[in-house]
């Protein structure tokens, strides 16, 4: 078998770029995510969110023989299926991916509701990669008093709105850099979002870390 008939890793289809440069850090970190290096290369779909939920599985056809596994990343919020849950999007995406010949090789991760809500951990590198590094108060005291993040959890319940006015007020541009930094520098361990979960389980059973 040649090089070129040999199959790599994964092919990774996203609904923009913002989650792009989010894959590239995650995948830039094998070791905290329990995984060997990955041969992969990742398309971002031009109908966002929409086409990634629809039609993901036209736009990997011709993929199938090219790699071992594919992975699809989309929106909850935007995808124009707000109504359903993040698992049922995703059982129906893995679903038109089983059927058009990808079998068991291909895992669907809807974000529920955002991006966004991955960025949000108690981690220092939040404030320093949003700009808010060394401001009274810090930046999620300061969600907290304007009614972005409810006391009682976890999360911000607009948490594409929190980042984009933490940027504002920090007076830092909104760029797809700065999801790239955070996919770097914050720790993994005590992330409990379970959209994230499910992405470095399917990661670990397809790609678990060679041994020493």
């Not at 291909?106 to 808010?132: C, F, K, R, T």
Request: hydrophobic share 40%; charged share 30%.
């Amino acid at each position: 078998m040649t090089s070129e008939q040999i199959p790599k890793d994964l092919v990774i289809l996203v609904a923009d770029k913002n989650m792009e440069f989010t894959i590239k850090g995650l995948l830039s970190r094998p070791k905290a995510l329990g995984v060997r290096f990955l041969a992969n290369d990742l398309f971002v779909h031009p109908e966002q969110d929409t086409g990634c939920l629809l039609r993901s599985h036209d736009f990997l056809r011709s993929f199938i023989n090219r790699y071992a596994h594919a992975l699809v990343m989309l929106d909850r919020e935007g995808c124009g299926r707000e109504g359903s849950s993040r698992e049922v999007l995703e059982r129906e995406v893995e679903d038109r991916l089983s059927r058009s010949g990808w079998g068991n090789r291909a895992v669907a991760i809807v974000l529920d509701p955002e991006l966004e809500i991955w960025v949000w951990s108690d981690s220092p590198h939040v404030d320093s990669v949003l700009g808010w590094e060394g401001k009274q108060p810090d930046l999620k005291t300061w969600l907290r008093s304007q009614g972005f993040w409810d006391a009682q959890r976890t999360k911000p319940d607009r948490p594409k709105e929190a980042v984009e006015e933490a940027l504002r007020l920090a007076r830092k541009a909104r760029s797809s850099s700065n999801y790239f930094q955070l996919a770097q520098r914050v720790g993994f361990g005590r992330c409990t979002d379970p959209a994230f979960l499910k992405l470095k389980a399917a990661l670990q059973d397809w790609f678990s870390e060679e041994p020493p």
